[in-house]
């Protein structure tokens, strides 16, 4: 089978800029469209469908225009072993799909991706798997959504995902591991992964595909550069189509991808209005080259000053109406200034905060012996805001307590 691997979508990343917010539909809808014209017979998307855990409706319509492409391309002849699985999906091109950790959200909160399940969009695996055939060949798709970091070896532990045998076996998964990041802020390395054909991982926004002896591994990447990091900065955005015969992958590259290009400079002691003379001739000579379409240039000043003063990010972009300029100031006090960049970009992505946050409640209610309700449900719903289902909960964990310690009197 020829199956599109299209990975971090994310919808409505950006949306409140006029200029940016439509890039992420636009790629987004290149790759399902090229990957319908390259008459794929599944697409399998590997979490971060959205951007945010709650779209706005204006975002809903444009997910819905793309999924519904899928449904109205001429049939792949794909279908589902099991008679337990709604046959909707499986009209025109399935998608199977999970969720990463922008479409999480906790306890029994639905998800978005779990809306477009049961709209009969997608096929949504959370810690689950789905037998599927064509002429006679089968594929075991497994799926685990993103669980945080902390619990992610635990719940491999636990889901146990197993081989089918006749079948060829996928696994799926949106998690950050060791081996792909500069720095070891997983728990989660390669050896750890179940001994299945393929594993593909969403989440980490490079893409590769690799030959790991035990597996094939791949990284579709994104569609839309989000993140804004050196690494994404000529990188081609797209998607991977993969033969399970020949098990070759090819790499199918977005074309109205946004340009990106990122600039690090360097000052030592410099005046203010030479870093401003330095650093517009830098984007002159950038704007020098012909781009399809407005680029995003990333400025990011590093160093000191000759005197404290504050960078005017509107004195830099001031004239540049034909790019969109963004200035990353580490300049004054460097270590300081690193400092208040990890907390902006932990609180923006929301997802170390929430870490941070489980594992000190945990600590806290282990020191002094809780043993009520799960507390990863009762973060999640503190999370969402979700305080009145906790109560009831609370009462019957009192109330149970209660009438175990009446019994043994």
């Known amino acids: 089978m020829k199956i599109a691997f299209i990975s971090d979508t994310h919808l409505g990343f950006n949306w409140r800029d006029k200029e940016l917010r439509e890039d992420s539909v636009r790629q987004a809808r290149e790759a399902f469209m090229k990957a319908i014209s390259e008459k794929v017979d599944l697409i399998i998307h590997p979490g971060d469908i959205f951007d945010d855990k709650i779209p706005k409706p204006e975002v809903w319509v444009e997910a819905l225009k793309i999924f519904s492409m899928t449904q109205m391309a001429p049939e792949s002849g794909v279908r589902p072993v099991s008679g337990s699985v709604n046959p909707l999906p499986f009209r025109g091109i399935p998608v199977i799909a999970i969720h990463g950790n922008h479409d999480r959200r906790g306890g029994t909160l639905k998800n978005p991706v779990e809306a477009l399940d049961a709209a009969g969009h997608l096929v949504y695996l959370n810690s689950s798997s789905v037998l599927v055939e064509k002429n006679g060949e089968k594929l075991n798709i497994f799926g685990m959504g993103y669980v945080p970091e902390s619990y992610v070896l635990k719940t491999l532990r636990t889901i146990a995902p197993k081989r089918i045998d006749g079948a060829y076996n ?163 006090t460097e270590n300081f200034m690193k400092r208040i960049e990890e907390l902006r970009e932990m609180h923006a992505s929301r997802v170390g905060v929430e870490n941070l946050g489980l594992a000190l409640l945990r600590k806290k209610l282990t020191e002094v012996g809780y043993s009520g309700p799960s507390v990863d449900e009762v973060f999640d719903q503190l999370i969402e805001g979700d305080v009145e289902s906790l109560i009831p909960k609370f009462i019957q964990h009192y109330q149970q307590t209660q009438s175990r310690d009446t019994s043994s009197l």
Request: charged residues 30%; aromatic residues 10%; hydrophobic residues 35%.
């Open 170 to 332: 996928i696994f799926v998964m949106h998690q950050n591991v060791k081996e792909y990041l500069p720095d070891d802020v997983s728990f989660l390395s390669l050896g750890d992964l179940p001994n299945f054909d393929l594993v593909v991982n969403g989440h980490i926004h490079n893409n590769t595909f690799e030959d790991k002896g035990r597996f094939k591994f791949m990284m579709p990447g994104s569609t839309v550069a989000t993140q804004l990091k050196k690494e994404e900065a000529g990188k081609k955005k797209g998607f991977y189509i993969f033969d399970t015969d020949t098990e070759k992958a090819k790499f199918v590259e977005i074309e109205s991808t946004r340009p990106f290009v990122y600039l690090e400079m360097k000052f030592s002691g410099t005046e203010l209005s030479n870093v401003y003379t330095k650093v517009r001739k830098k984007i002159e000579d950038v704007l020098e080259n012909k781009f399809s379409m407005k680029p995003i240039i990333k400025l990011k000043l590093v160093g000191s000053l000759s005197a404290k003063t504050n960078i005017d990010r509107d004195e830099i972009s001031k004239g540049f109406d034909d790019a969109i300029i963004i200035v990353d100031n580490r300049l004054e």
